[in-house]
């Protein structure tokens, strides 16, 4: 069975500075969600290959210290109203806060989590809009550390399925991560009840695993860059 890889950049990253505001590369699968981050950071990776975002129209500090203590900033575009919660420092994104917006007129993602100066830092839980939903560390906002990525996911709401429901019902990916990669130590589960845990690098089965049948069977594999040896 093949690994789920439709979230990964198809292209190599590109820094691109976008004037009043950065683009940031936000997403996961055929749809990929932009930032307009004004500020947050000087110079943000996002993906050459993609459209440009919905033109900002305006923004405003709609509750509290948008500066250096806790404010809701609304940003309007195009496609509707982008909203964000919780804490600043220096007009940056900074310690808990959710992340709001629009990727469609219809479809909302969003970010709940931990953030330094801008960018996603610690723990958080993200949602694609769509049907992708993961939920682990971050550092340099980059999915770093032990996290959970679920595809599949439908009418996606916080709190609606548990952690361990959404690993028993949708394919998904939980373990290692490093830098955006399945690396380390992870488990691969298929809806069907089949699964693989084992050794991952750049995405790839890499190392020795274990291979469960839907039937209960096991078998012990070894694996050089996605390729079965034995």
């Known amino acids: 069975m093949k690994l789920n890889l439709s979230w990964m950049p198809r292209v190599h990253l590109q820094a691109v500075n976008a004037g009043a505001g950065t683009i940031r590369a936000m997403g996961s699968g055929a749809l990929v969600v932009l930032l307009l981050t004004a500020g947050l950071a000087p110079n943000v990776l996002a993906q050459s290959w993609l459209i440009n975002p919905p033109a900002e129209l305006s923004r405003e500090c709609a509750y509290g210290d948008c500066e250096n203590g806790y404010g809701i900033l ?3 575009t195009e496609l509707g109203t982008d909203r964000y919660e919780g804490t ?3 007009g940056k994104f900074d310690g808990q806060g959710r992340y709001e917006l629009m990727v469609s007129r219809s479809e ?3 970010y709940d989590g931990d953030w330094e100066m801008g960018v996603r830092e610690g723990r958080g839980t993200f949602w ?3 049907s992708n939903l993961y939920i682990g560390q971050w550092q340099n906002d980059l999915r770093h550390g032990r996290g959970a990525y679920f595809f599949g996911v439908q009418d996606w709401t916080p709190n609606r399925h548990s952690e361990q429901w959404l690993q028993n019902n949708v394919e998904n990916y939980t373990g290692d991560f490093v ?7 992870g488990t691969y589960r298929w809806p069907d009840g089949s699964r693989y845990e084992g050794e991952f690098y750049a995405n790839e089965k890499h190392g020795n695993g274990t291979f469960f049948y839907p039937t209960g ?3 012990e594999q ?3 860059y996605g390729r079965f040896i034995r």
């Open 74 to 76: 609304e940003i309007r």
């Open 88 to 90: 600043f420092s220096d």
């Open 108 to 110: 909302q993602a969003y």
């Open 128 to 130: 694609n809009g769509v």
């Open 179 to 185: 830098e955006d990669l399945y690396e380390g130590y």
């Open 217 to 219: 069977t096991r078998r």
């Open 222 to 224: 070894y694996w050089q």
